[in-house]
């Protein structure tokens, strides 16, 4: 009996170790800035307060998991066809452009005309203004850009691809005509 209660001890206190100092489930995790990646554009996490985060549960009854975005757009955009996006268990953190803080997405108010990293240019705050928009009014305005300028949603790859096609397909120019005529 001593010997398997000593073979059992260090293992209940092994498990009560990992458990104490694991992610409480809640809330945003710590970013290693310049060193994290955008979940979603793959840029490295360098501006302190335009930043987000989207705490999720894939699986029902399991472990939540984080995801860290440059951007509060493009947390938006990731999030959006996702079966969690409206789970009242899912969590979307931003920084506030003011003190750097984690607040709630959800609650915040987003100004217009900030420099941000994906360039959707909204800070988030928690108190209103009178020109403050709400989550959903910053959504619509994620859109309204995503949608006039389609810059971030393409991959590169495929843009890259499409401007060859574009070359080939083009009638050759005067000069192009006389550079194959010289070679």
């Known amino acids: 009996m001593a010997k398997n209660l000593s073979a059992i001890v260090p293992m209940i206190l092994l498990l009560l170790l990992t458990a104490c100092s694991g992610d409480p489930g809640t809330g945003a995790k710590e970013v290693k800035w310049d060193r994290d990646a955008c979940e979603r554009c793959r840029m490295v996490l360098s501006d302190r307060v335009h930043s987000a985060q989207v705490r999720f549960y894939p699986i029902a009854g399991k472990r939540s998991k984080v995801l860290k975005f440059d951007d509060i757009g493009c947390a938006a955009l990731w999030l959006e066809d996702k079966p969690f996006k409206d789970d009242s268990k899912t969590e979307i953190w931003v920084t506030d452009h003011r003190s750097g803080d984690w607040i709630d997405a959800r609650k915040a108010h987003y100004v217009k005309g900030h420099q941000t990293p994906m360039e959707y240019g909204l800070g988030a705050q928690l108190t209103a203004t009178p020109d ?47 550079d194959k005529t010289d070679q």
């Open 132 to 178: 403050s928009l709400d989550y959903s009014q910053a959504l619509e305005d994620i859109h309204n850009i995503e949608e006039h300028f389609n810059a971030h949603g393409v991959d590169l790859l495929e843009r890259l691809n499409e401007q060859k096609k574009r070359r080939e397909a083009a009638p050759a120019s005067p000069q192009q005509i006389t």
